[in-house]
């Protein structure tokens, strides 16, 4: 297997990443112009209402990014797994990481499609009902915590073992450090900013310095 044919899975980290917080960031301006109206529902409704645009692509965003991070997470663990000690818990505390990201990606983007349909005929649903999904909508694919998890065990076995190179060991630290203090205050979607930028700079990393596993026997 070539250097570079090895790399294709850093290539997609860096663009779930990047797919991640720039799309959701996007998303969210369906609330934008909700202000005081959080007060009440049918405000709420009113003010989203014809906006179903905002919907539909973050669904995209959301399958792509989740495909994008599942073929990431699985280059992760074979690459860490190639550098790391036989039965370190490194490369599947890694993967797993990502992989809870993609997960909750999947689930946050399928909320979108009742969404979408609530939004397309308003009159024909409750306000509390159009009002909490869109609860759901805000809250579920940014929880990039998963990515902390990762980061720190991208943190442990660079720092440890060499898997991972001292600079991006560092700033994973850093990552896990950030999308811990998330998770501390009731702020957990916060996440997602420190977590996709995370996913991002370690696929760019990965994919600038990884080296293909030493053949096996």
Same mark, same amino acid.
């Given at each position: +297997?070539?250097?570079?044919?090895?790399?294709?899975?850093?290539?997609?980290?860096?663009?779930? &990443?990047?797919?991640?917080?720039?799309?959701?960031?996007?998303?969210?301006?369906?609330?934008?112009?909700?202000?005081?109206?959080?007060?009440?529902?049918?405000?709420?409704?009113?003010?989203?209402?014809?906006?179903?645009?905002?919907?539909?692509?973050?669904?995209?965003?959301?399958?792509?990014?989740?495909?994008?991070?599942?073929?990431?997470?699985?280059?992760?663990?074979?690459?860490?797994?190639? #550098?790391?000690?036989?039965?370190?818990?490194?490369?599947?505390?890694?993967?797993?990481?990502?992989?809870?990201?993609?997960?909750?990606?999947?689930?946050?983007? &399928?909320?979108?499609?009742?969404?979408?349909?609530?939004?397309?005929?308003?009159?024909?649903?409750?306000?509390?009902?159009?009002?909490?999904?869109?609860?759901?909508?805000?809250?579920?694919?940014?929880?990039?915590? &998963?990515?902390?998890?990762?980061?720190?065990?991208?943190?442990?076995?660079?720092?440890?073992?060499?898997?991972?190179?001292?600079?991006?060991?560092?700033?994973?630290?850093?990552?896990?450090?950030?999308?811990?203090?998330? #998770?501390?205050?009731?702020?957990?979607?916060?996440?997602?900013?420190?977590?996709?930028?995370?996913?991002?700079?370690? &696929?760019?990393?990965? +994919?600038?310095?990884?080296?293909?596993?030493?053949?096996?026997?």
């Amino acid at each position: +297997m070539t250097t570079s044919n090895h790399r294709g899975w850093a290539a997609a980290g860096a663009l779930g &990443g990047l797919v991640g917080i720039a799309g959701l960031f996007a998303g969210s301006n369906l609330t934008a112009t909700v202000g005081d109206g959080i007060r009440d529902n049918a405000l709420v409704v009113e003010a989203i209402a014809g906006q179903r645009a905002y919907v539909w692509s973050t669904q995209v965003v959301c399958f792509v990014a989740a495909a994008l991070l599942i073929v990431f997470a699985a280059g992760l663990r074979r690459h860490l797994g190639a #550098q790391e000690p036989a039965g370190s818990l490194v490369p599947g505390v890694a993967a797993a990481g990502v992989g809870i990201v993609a997960v909750l990606l999947l689930v946050g983007g &399928g909320i979108c499609t009742e969404l979408y349909w609530a939004l397309g005929d308003p009159g024909r649903w409750d306000p509390d009902t159009i009002a909490s999904l869109v609860e759901v909508y805000n809250t579920l694919p940014w929880l990039w915590s &998963g990515a902390g998890i990762a980061a720190a065990a991208v943190a442990v076995g660079g720092f440890r073992h060499g898997s991972a190179s001292r600079w991006l060991a560092a700033v994973s630290a850093l990552a896990a450090v950030l999308v811990l203090a998330t #998770q501390a205050f009731p702020a957990q979607y916060g996440a997602l900013f420190p977590g996709a930028a995370w996913v991002l700079v370690a &696929g760019i990393g990965f +994919m600038t310095t990884s080296r293909a596993p030493a053949p096996v026997g």
